[in-house]
């Protein structure tokens, strides 16, 4: 899916250099078109968005995909820093008010750098619902460290991997506490090493997709598909594409929706990070499995 890109934002493409100032407002300059037309069609523009774009508290909450009580949260954790703030004024709510900005970099990060919060349970949190973070001890810059172990969980290696690249590596972060043997190092200056030896990347798209569908017979199901991809059609005549994986019990729910190959109407399509988008007209839901394997693929097309 492609990230949505605010005017607000373009101000910052244009302070890191990826557009040319053509005059106008800092924050809101005036740019060439076709700069932003080639800016737009590069891979990487998700990742850039993360680099070089600061998001607001609501848009911090939409990015990770969570609620904004569960948002609050993580700030009140510590698990993010303030990185600006920005002056909004409300006129009919009170006048000026200083908002805080996060850096879309950090917040993409936190389900690697954190990866003993359970993220899941956070992002299936129902309204009214007490948030899961809540019973978590809060961190400092100054406590905020890690073990080796830890490491290799970020990294998705085992402990003896961390220990080599220690050895190895002149430029690991050196130990902040702890003991020769479970010795302790900084979390920040930890991902930055990873970031910087290619060791974790960092995430540019969804990891999964929740997808509402309704029936022929009225039946629904909802569908979490792992690794989802969007592929939008060039036209309104073509066929827009959305694929990814489930485990059978999607296979089951898909069944019980009118078979193998189906006809059915998806009424939404969410994932973290994005709006919710409203797919419009029919569907096509194609199971595509083996009876050995534990998982299948679900496609969805839509019908024009």
Known sequence: MRPRVTAAAIGHL???????YLGGELEFPEVHPEQVAALARRRDLPALLDEHVPLGPDQAAVRLG????????????????????????????????????????????????????????????????R??????????????????????????????????????????????????????????????WLLANDKIILPAGAGEASLLVRGDMGAT???????????LADTIEGTDQLSGCRRRRGRRRAGRLGGRRSR??????????????????EVRVTILG??????SSCSIARVS
């Open 14 to 20: 244009v302070r890191a250099g990826l557009l040319a």
């Open 66 to 129: 969570v609620r904004r009580a569960d948002w609050d949260w993580v700030v009140r954790l510590g698990y993010v820093a303030v990185v600006g703030s920005v002056d909004v004024d409300y006129k009919h709510h009170g006048g000026v008010t200083t908002v805080p900005l996060f850096s879309d970099r950090d917040i993409a990060l936190l389900d690697v750098v954190r990866p003993w919060v359970d993220w899941r349970a956070v992002r299936e949190t129902r309204p009214g619902r």
């Open 131 to 192: 948030s899961p973070l809540a019973c978590l001890a809060p961190v400092t810059p100054d406590t905020d460290r890690v073990l080796l172990a830890e490491v290799a969980r970020m990294a998705r290696v085992g402990r003896a991997a961390v220990v080599n690249w220690r050895r190895r590596h002149p430029d690991f972060p050196a130990q902040t506490a702890g003991t020769e043997m479970h010795p302790e190092f900084d979390r920040a200056d930890v991902v930055a």
């Open 221 to 231: 199901g909802r569908f979490r598909l792992d690794a989802p991809w969007l592929g």
């Open 264 to 281: 059915g109407h998806a009424d939404r399509l969410t994932a973290p990070g994005v709006r919710s988008l409203a797919v419009l007209g």
């Open 290 to 295: 083996s009876r050995r394997g534990a998982s």
